[in-house]
């Protein structure tokens, strides 16, 4: 049973930064989706790393901004946020399958079978 850890987060003004962690403490780490959710909003796809971090993918509205890299010694991914604004305020979630592909990214939620237990990003104007 993989069990991810999220860590990192916070309150922070525009234009700051931030760093996101999801690591897992059993199973492998495969491919690794970050979404985020607002209250009544469905889970919005933020980015996403392959299992050997050779392919990552984030939407046109976020690249630039944000990063995806991988610790794979470490068994752990990390999302780097930066220049972030108070649209960015939401819940954090990342997760991951137990597809052994490499050099494949997911977009879509239904596509990970393990969730992070989400942390809050709040981004004051």
């Known amino acids: 049973q993989v069990q991810l850890v999220q860590s990192g987060g916070g309150l922070v003004q525009a234009g700051d930064s931030l760093t996101l962690s999801c690591a897992t403490s059993?199973?492998?780490?495969?491919?690794v989706g970050w979404y985020r959710q607002t209250p009544g909003d469905e889970h919005e796809f933020v980015a996403a790393?392959?299992?050997?971090?050779?392919?990552?993918n984030l939407p046109d509205s976020i690249k630039g901004r944000f990063t995806v890299s991988r610790d794979n010694a470490k068994n752990t991914v990390l999302l780097q946020m930066n220049n972030l604004k108070p649209e960015d305020t939401a819940i954090y979630y990342c997760?991951?399958?137990?597809?052994?592909?490499?050099?494949?990214?997911?977009?879509?939620?239904?596509?990970?079978?393990?969730w992070g237990q989400g942390t809050q990003v709040t981004v004051s104007s």
């Open positions: 997760a991951t399958n137990t597809n052994p592909t490499y050099r494949v990214t997911y977009v879509l939620p239904d596509s990970y079978h393990y």
């Open positions: 059993g199973g492998t780490l495969y491919a």
């Open positions: 790393i392959s299992r050997g971090g050779e392919h990552t």
